[in-house]
């Protein structure tokens, strides 16, 4: 073949992946979720160790639900992309955009004053987890996947920190400690696309470059479980949405109810 054709052939190619590209097309997701009834009072935690350090700057509560009660916004709830067809496949993956192919090597956590920052995070498999620890006293963080992924327990020296990896696609968030302090804990979403988010201290969230159609989307917090979900069958739980070829689908309000 001449290196006339070959370039053509190059080109030709080229076009193609970029007309199926363009024509998958994408749109941005967003919501809040809201607590249905009035806010409930946080409760402090029993710190019973390190407290010069630990109380340094105030209580520290449980914070297994955290809501606004200016807009009844519920934070960290984990929100993710999944099969519109089986919500238990964790190994699906939707087209991702171009821009979302490569994703930063690491996500941080760290625990600064005897709590973990952020309390709940999602990953894509792939990327390391860096556990920091800029406070002046030791932690550890103890993460025992279920099911496959890490297993581990370092010792994380003050103004130290720790690599965790091996983090494998999961259809239930994993939790993590600290076995020094036993009131911190917090979770992580593993998944195999980047297609997640976390709600923010008014309860919203929002996933751009998602790609157009039909998905299911999964609203999970700690205190409650599925956020989403029908009682009568467990197994189908969820939302299930359509995003729309450039334009943002704004879900409204989608309420949580603790019963």
């Not at 007309?19 to 019973?48: M, Y």
């Not at 804990?185 to 997640?196: D, E, L, T």
């Not at 008014?202 to 470059?209: H, M």
């Amino acid at each position: 073949m001449s290196l006339t054709r070959s370039t053509a052939l190059v080109v030709c190619l080229a076009g193609l992946l970029a007309s199926s590209a363009s024509a998958q097309g994408w749109g941005t997701v967003k919501g809040q979720v809201v607590f249905a009834g009035k806010a409930p009072e946080r409760e402090k935690a029993n710190v019973d160790k390190d407290t010069a350090h630990c109380l340094s700057k105030g209580d520290i509560y449980k914070d297994e639900l955290v809501v606004n009660p200016k807009n009844n916004g519920v934070r960290w709830v984990l929100v993710w992309l999944a099969d519109p067809k089986d919500a238990r496949n964790a190994k699906f993956v939707p087209p991702i955009h171009p821009s979302l192919k490569d994703p930063p090597k690491t996500v941080e956590i760290d625990q600064p004053c005897c709590v973990f920052e952020p309390r709940v995070i999602g990953l894509q498999v792939g990327q390391k987890l860096v556990v920091k620890n800029s406070a002046p006293i030791p932690h550890n963080f103890k993460i025992d996947s279920i099911g496959g992924g890490p297993v581990q327990n370092p010792l994380i020296p003050a103004k130290g920190q720790a690599v965790v990896d091996g983090f494998l696609p999961k259809a239930l968030p994993t939790m993590y400690t600290c076995s020094i302090h036993g009131w911190m804990k917090g979770w992580i979403g593993s998944f195999p696309h980047p297609y997640f988010a976390v709600t923010n201290e008014n309860g919203e969230f929002e996933i751009k470059n998602a790609p157009a159609g039909t998905f299911r989307l999964m609203l999970w917090q700690e205190a409650v479980g599925w956020v989403v979900r029908d009682p009568k069958n467990p197994i189908n739980r969820g939302k299930i949405i359509t995003i729309k070829n450039g334009e943002t689908t704004d879900l409204g309000k989608i309420t949580l109810t603790k019963d």
